[in-house]
């Protein structure tokens, strides 16, 4: 899926820290999630579907936690 990067509204983690370095998430189309790295605005995103994007943060919150 193409992603239209300027009419496209991201989002920074509340963690994210002052330096940038963090990752960005928008939801550009009707069920879909994108993701792209802050540093690089203009350069590739990653897109789920909302089922892929809450297995992706399950195992990601669970390989935080240890387990």
């Known amino acids: ?7 496209t509204a991201w989002r920074k983690s509340s963690y994210s820290l002052a330096h940038g370095d963090c990752v960005e998430v928008a939801s ?16 590739p995103a990653l897109a789920f579907s909302p089922t892929a994007w809450t297995a992706f943060v399950a195992t990601v919150n669970g390989a935080a936690q240890g387990r």
């Open 28 to 43: 550009p189309l009707p069920r879909s999630i994108a993701v792209r790295d802050s540093k690089a605005p203009q350069g």
């Open 1 to 7: 899926m193409a992603i239209q990067q300027g009419k």
